[in-house]
Structure formats: structure tokens, C-alpha cells
């Protein structure tokens, strides 16, 4: 009797243990690359199918709706799944989304998603020429768009580039946004997401 009790016991254990891993949820996953200061759209964002076993409440619902006015707190790479913790409030956001017109070509690897660094030198012309090396404004601001083909410089030559700069660099920038310095970007290394968590 008690040996059946246990085979049954083991049988009924096996069960819901498999049906426990077979099981899935919908959650949100990104359709493209997202950044900071972007108003988070129903088109920016997929459903996945996620095995309960590893969700928890990790990962916002795709069964619950949007919250509105919403963005990330860092750049969420194509695909990848949406945490709970990544999503803010727009008014919660320490920074904003700023447009810089860039002299010369952008890196090729630069995209949306990217992180990029900002420079900035004064305009010279001439015999004004007094040598001033360029400076760094901000460093490792997410692109949020980017036009190749428009620029203060002429057709061709220059870029627009949208990114999200931090409160703390935003008076940098700002002046630097005064027609009297030239404003070039390089590619900064990206962070990984698991360290970006942490």
C-alpha cells in the first residue's frame, strides 16, 4: 500500500513538475533598439513567449497594457525582453532627448541604440586659428536617430544626430549648440546588458 502511495506520489510529482517547465507566458520584448527619452509606442515592442519557470515578475506582461508616457532608464537592444525595471515615468528621466548637427561623416557602425561620445571645438576661421584642442561634453550618450544626409554644413556634409543627454551635461551641450563651436561624434563602447543591471 505504501509503495503505491509513493510510485503515485512520484508520478503526480513528474507531472507537474513537466507541465510547470512546458509552461509559458507573454511578456513584452523589444522590436527595435530603445533609448532614453523616447515615448515607449505599442509598435516598438513584440510579444515573447517566456517559460514561467525563469520569469518571476522579472518582465512586464504583454497581457497588461502599456503604461502611458512611459520610456527605458538605458538603451534595450532588438529583441531583447522587457524588464520591469527598465521602464519609467518620462518625468522620472534625468536627462533629455537633444538634436546635434554634426560636421563631417558619422562612423558607419554608429546607429540608433549606439553610444556615442560628443565633442566640441570652437569655429575657427583663419588667422583665428588659435590652436584650441577639441573637448569632450558627454560621454556615451544612447542615439536616438540618426539622419546622415542632413546637416548645418551643407548637402553631404554632416549629419544630424539625435541622442539622450544626461542633466548633468545638458548646460554643456546646450552651449555648445550656439553656432560658434563645431561638434563631432566618435562610437564609444557599448555595456553589456547583464552588467548594465547591475
Do not use: C
Request: hydrophobic share 45%.
Amino acid at each position: 500500500m505504501i509503495g503505491a502511495m509513493l510510485v503515485i506520489l512520484a508520478v503526480v510529482g513528474t507531472y507537474l513538475l513537466v507541465t510547470s517547465a512546458n509552461s509559458t507566458t507573454r511578456v513584452w520584448a523589444s522590436a527595435r533598439a530603445l533609448v532614453p527619452g523616447e515615448v515607449l509606442e505599442p509598435a516598438d515592442l513584440t510579444v515573447a513567449e517566456v517559460n514561467l519557470a525563469d520569469l518571476g515578475k522579472k518582465y512586464l506582461s504583454a497581457d497588461s497594457e502599456l503604461p502611458e508616457n512611459t520610456s527605458v532608464r538605458g538603451v534595450v537592444a532588438a529583441g531583447e525582453l522587457l524588464a520591469a525595471s527598465a521602464v519609467a515615468p518620462l518625468s522620472e528621466l534625468e536627462g533629455r532627448v537633444v538634436a546635434i548637427d554634426v560636421a563631417g561623416s558619422v562612423p558607419s557602425v554608429v546607429d540608433s541604440g549606439s553610444l556615442v561620445d560628443v565633442w566640441a571645438q570652437p569655429e575657427q576661421n583663419g588667422l583665428d586659428d588659435d590652436g584650441t584642442p577639441p573637448e569632450q561634453i558627454v560621454d556615451s550618450a544612447p542615439v536616438a536617430h540618426i539622419n546622415r544626409d542632413v546637416g548645418s554644413f551643407g548637402a553631404g556634409d554632416g549629419a544630424r544626430i539625435e541622442v539622450f543627454v544626461g542633466s548633468v551635461d545638458l548646460p554643456g551641450v546646450l552651449a555648445a549648440l550656439d553656432g560658434r563651436s563645431v561638434l563631432s561624434v566618435v562610437g564609444a563602447p557599448s555595456v553589456p546588458a547583464d552588467e548594465g543591471e547591475q
